[in-house]
């Protein structure tokens, strides 16, 4: 069915059950891809290159994420002048596996900087499409689950992908390649089964100036101040997100006091069983605002557990106390980001433009994602003894609760 891109979301078809499948199943593919990478293969394949510098990983992956702000509202606005969006789906898979099987065997850290700059461009232009097209097909009645579900793919991946290099953590190829090679399957099927849903009436027609391009980096908070404080809140509790995760591997091997390799299976087993928090946190909070219709509330109480995880993790020092901080901070991580994707497909600014404010609102998502990991190292080497992940940890809660109480308090278009 071709549906117009400017539909008034209460007017939107229900969307198939086979679309929406596929397109959980891509988006279960894409974060594994990519998130396994950033949170294990990174780290593995850095501690190979240059031992004992952990802070080449903040820059590596800030970089990464730097360059990808700059040009992810530039393929959301060639997005939104297209027919069909399934060309950034198969750029984006091909791009990224591509460069996955090349940090693998980089030689050095400039080489492996540069592999993760074209991985991450790959695999967050996929992310950013499925996301764009949740906004072209899904109607309001479903995008509470909707979201859930892509929230809940969306943890499940990493954590099935993180099982996946641990079981292969002593070939460095595989431990890349692997989750790359099943993403990029998954993706495939979904391009291949969405082929009506793709199309779309109506595209974005204004001319492609110089102006027009300076001008999709930005939007008028003023004249949307619903997306403009959702976008705040977005940022904040980012922020405190990639605080507390990005430099988790070396963490875990400081506080269990064992070598960066040998805690993929230490990382394997907390993610494991924290799948079952992230999945009732993805669909449980989805499934409930959609219900209650309430989202604002949904949001507040996912930086809250948020905060509670920090927290026990922060003076954990035993695997069981990284365990129930683990646990907590995925419910939360889950919970947060199924309601508030809902939020966010609520207040776009325009659906004809979807691809360019999606790109917006995905800059509250990368830039924590490239400053914090950038800021971390001056906060863990902020005391003179051993490296200061409390205060890492700590600043991060801080950050994601102000985040929550804003999406909570000054969003006024959503209840």
Same mark, same amino acid.
């Given at each position: 069915m071709t549906v117009p891109a400017s539909v008034a979301p209460d007017v939107l078809p229900k969307a198939r059950g086979g679309f929406i499948f596929w397109m959980m199943a891509a988006n279960f593919g894409v974060a594994m891809a990519y998130v396994v990478p950033a949170a294990f293969s990174l780290a593995v394949r850095i501690d190979e290159l240059a031992p004992g510098r952990e802070e080449v990983l903040g820059y590596v992956t800030g970089t990464a994420q730097a360059v990808f702000l700059v040009l992810s509202p530039l393929i959301g606005v060639w997005s939104d002048r297209t027919r069909s969006r399934r060309p950034f789906l198969i750029a984006g898979g091909v791009? @990224?596996?591509a460069a996955l099987a090349a940090i693998a065997v980089a030689p050095n850290l400039f080489l492996l900087g540069a592999g993760w700059i074209l991985a991450m461009l790959g695999w967050a232009t996929a992310a950013q499409t499925i996301l764009a097209l949740q906004a072209d097909r899904i109607p309001e009645e479903q995008r509470g689950r909707v979201s859930g579900f892509s929230g809940m793919t969306g943890q499940i991946g990493p954590t099935i992908g993180i099982g996946v290099a641990s079981a292969v953590s002593g070939n460095t190829f595989l431990v890349f390649m692997l989750p790359g090679l099943i993403g990029a399957a998954l993706l495939a099927v979904f391009v291949a089964t969405s082929k009506r849903e793709n199309i779309r009436a109506n595209v974005a027609t204004t001319p492609v100036s110089a102006r027009t391009?300076? @001008?999709? +980096?930005?939007?008028?908070?003023?004249k949307h101040p619903d997306f403009g404080w959702n976008w705040l809140g977005r940022l904040a509790f980012f922020m405190g997100l990639y605080f507390n995760t #990005?430099?988790? #591997?070396?963490f875990y091997a400081q506080r269990l006091d064992l070598p960066v390799r040998e805690v993929a299976g230490t990382v394997a087993v907390i993610s494991v069983? &924290?799948?079952?928090?992230? #999945?009732?946190g993805a669909i @449980? &909070? @989805? +499934?409930?605002?959609?219900? !209650?219709?309430?989202r604002r509330l949904f949001a507040l109480i996912g930086a809250i557990f948020f905060v509670a995880g920090a927290v026990v993790e922060a003076f954990a020092h035993s695997f069981p106390a990284l365990l129930v901080g683990s646990v907590l901070m995925q419910l939360a991580i889950a919970f947060f980001s199924a309601v508030d994707q809902a939020i966010v497909l609520a207040v776009l600014p325009s659906r004809d433009e979807a691809g360019r404010y999606i790109a917006?609102?995905?800059f509250a998502h990368k830039l924590p994602s490239a400053v914090a990991p950038l800021i971390a190292p001056f906060i863990i080497a902020s005391s003179s003894g051993e490296k200061n992940y409390t !205060?890492? +940890?700590?600043t991060g809660a801080v950050l994601a609760l102000i985040g929550g109480l804003l999406v909570f308090t000054r969003v006024k278009a959503v209840r």
């Amino acid at each position: 069915m071709t549906v117009p891109a400017s539909v008034a979301p209460d007017v939107l078809p229900k969307a198939r059950g086979g679309f929406i499948f596929w397109m959980m199943a891509a988006n279960f593919g894409v974060a594994m891809a990519y998130v396994v990478p950033a949170a294990f293969s990174l780290a593995v394949r850095i501690d190979e290159l240059a031992p004992g510098r952990e802070e080449v990983l903040g820059y590596v992956t800030g970089t990464a994420q730097a360059v990808f702000l700059v040009l992810s509202p530039l393929i959301g606005v060639w997005s939104d002048r297209t027919r069909s969006r399934r060309p950034f789906l198969i750029a984006g898979g091909v791009l @990224g596996l591509a460069a996955l099987a090349a940090i693998a065997v980089a030689p050095n850290l400039f080489l492996l900087g540069a592999g993760w700059i074209l991985a991450m461009l790959g695999w967050a232009t996929a992310a950013q499409t499925i996301l764009a097209l949740q906004a072209d097909r899904i109607p309001e009645e479903q995008r509470g689950r909707v979201s859930g579900f892509s929230g809940m793919t969306g943890q499940i991946g990493p954590t099935i992908g993180i099982g996946v290099a641990s079981a292969v953590s002593g070939n460095t190829f595989l431990v890349f390649m692997l989750p790359g090679l099943i993403g990029a399957a998954l993706l495939a099927v979904f391009v291949a089964t969405s082929k009506r849903e793709n199309i779309r009436a109506n595209v974005a027609t204004t001319p492609v100036s110089a102006r027009t391009l300076l @001008g999709s +980096y930005v939007f008028n908070p003023r004249k949307h101040p619903d997306f403009g404080w959702n976008w705040l809140g977005r940022l904040a509790f980012f922020m405190g997100l990639y605080f507390n995760t #990005t430099f988790a #591997t070396f963490f875990y091997a400081q506080r269990l006091d064992l070598p960066v390799r040998e805690v993929a299976g230490t990382v394997a087993v907390i993610s494991v069983i &924290g799948l079952v928090a992230a #999945t009732a946190g993805a669909i @449980g &909070g @989805g +499934y409930l605002s959609d219900k !209650l219709r309430r989202r604002r509330l949904f949001a507040l109480i996912g930086a809250i557990f948020f905060v509670a995880g920090a927290v026990v993790e922060a003076f954990a020092h035993s695997f069981p106390a990284l365990l129930v901080g683990s646990v907590l901070m995925q419910l939360a991580i889950a919970f947060f980001s199924a309601v508030d994707q809902a939020i966010v497909l609520a207040v776009l600014p325009s659906r004809d433009e979807a691809g360019r404010y999606i790109a917006v609102v995905q800059f509250a998502h990368k830039l924590p994602s490239a400053v914090a990991p950038l800021i971390a190292p001056f906060i863990i080497a902020s005391s003179s003894g051993e490296k200061n992940y409390t !205060l890492l +940890y700590l600043t991060g809660a801080v950050l994601a609760l102000i985040g929550g109480l804003l999406v909570f308090t000054r969003v006024k278009a959503v209840r």
